[in-house]
């Protein structure tokens, strides 16, 4: 029920009234306390019990002021703190106090995201080839005081030089190396990149750099292939060249291994050869001075028999005669005379002469003489 109703009385009449605690003096059942204090002291404040303007106006300031003072920086932000103007201090992320606008201010600036830069540049090779180079540059920002007020522009900064170092490095490098092996020179490239950031005060930081494509322009596209398909050609008849090599130079090393092991071989019989010749001929002049006639005799019969045993041996007809006709071109004795398809240097009728001739020629009176043995023969 209310406590004031027209008309009526409240449990006493107008005490009732006097129970408002909005009032001043109004108590309630305590009789006041430290909360109507503070009405009080408000109220003393804003002009009494009033309703003036300056009551909201003062309200309202103090809410601007609460408001301005208190600034809350993002997990991914920095918070640079100007005070007329002037940094003074960065912020990191959480609630933070200043002092109000216009004596502090604080901007934001997103420090931990990941922004990139992409752009296509011709350049000149070291061995004057053009070339077509794609780069890729991704980086954050490290200092944000730097970033903000160390150049005019990092952004436009970062662009610019990302493009003069990247025609830098590749100017001094030969084409194939640009085509090839751009790993190298990206290291390079970013590496340079990020001490130039730091000399221009931009407060970035290069995360990552790619050369992510080379290619001639397309005016020259097609003498770049023919070229392209020049050099795959020779790299195949070099890889067969060396396939060649390594394949008939072992066979080589082993004819010539094998060459020298018969040479020494050869080398080791024959000088064991003339070794035993020397010593039998020693051993012969030894018999032959102790027993001249035996040793002589000896060695005219080793010598026919070596003779006879490897030459042919033709018979005459009539079985009186031995003649020996050494036959030019002919196989030593047992070699196998079906095999030897030469014709025969003597004519048949004198290898094997018939019988009837010889009677003939003995009937005739013609009779051949026998030959005359020599000093050393025997009759």
């Known amino acids: 029920m209310a406590w004031n109703i027209p008309g009526k009385k409240n449990n006493g009449g107008s005490r009732g009234s006097d129970r408002n605690p909005w009032k001043p003096g109004g108590g309630g059942r305590g009789g006041g306390g430290a909360f109507d204090g503070l009405l009080n002291s408000l109220r003393g404040l804003f002009g009494g019990g009033g309703g003036g303007p300056l009551r909201w106006i003062g309200l309202a300031l103090v809410i601007w002021l609460a408001f301005s003072s208190f600034t809350l920086i993002g997990e991914q932000q920095r918070g640079v703190v100007l005070r007329f103007g002037l940094a003074v201090r960065v912020m990191q992320p959480g609630p933070h106090f200043k002092a109000p606008w216009p004596i502090e201010r604080v901007v934001k600036v997103n420090a931990t995201s990941i922004r990139t830069f992409s752009n296509t540049v011709p350049v000149l090779t070291r061995d004057e080839n053009i070339v077509v180079v794609s780069l890729n540059v991704q980086y954050r920002v490290g200092d944000p005081e730097l970033f903000l007020f160390g150049t005019r522009d990092a952004a436009r900064v970062l662009e610019q030089v990302a493009q003069g170092v990247v025609r830098e490095q590749v100017g001094r490098s030969d084409l194939d190396t640009v085509l090839g092996a751009r790993g190298p020179l990206s290291a390079l490239a970013a590496k340079q990149l990020q001490d130039s950031l730091d000399i221009y005060r931009t407060g970035l930081i290069v995360t990552e750099l790619n050369l992510q494509d080379a290619r001639p322009p397309e005016e020259v596209k097609p003498a770049f292939d023919a070229v392209n398909s020049a050099q795959q050609v020779q790299e195949s008849l070099v890889n067969e060249a060396r396939a060649y090599a390594a394949k008939i130079v072992p066979e080589a090393r082993g004819e010539a291994s094998r060459t020298r092991t018969v040479a020494e071989g050869y080398k080791t019989a024959a000088i064991a050869r003339a070794t035993g010749d020397a010593a039998r001929f020693s051993l012969l ?95």
């Open 285 to 379: 002049l030894d018999a032959y001075r102790s027993a001249p006639d035996v040793t002589r005799k000896r060695l005219w019969l080793e010598t026919v028999q070596q003779v006879l045993s490897d030459n042919r041996k033709v018979v005459g007809g009539d079985g009186r005669q031995l003649i020996y006709v050494p036959m030019t071109g002919q196989g030593r004795s047992g070699s196998g005379d079906a095999n030897n398809n030469n014709p025969p240097v003597l004519p048949a009728e004198l290898l094997s002469p018939t019988v009837g001739a010889s009677r003939d020629e003995a009937g005739q009176g013609q009779r051949t003489p026998r030959p005359i043995r020599g000093e050393g023969g025997t009759r």
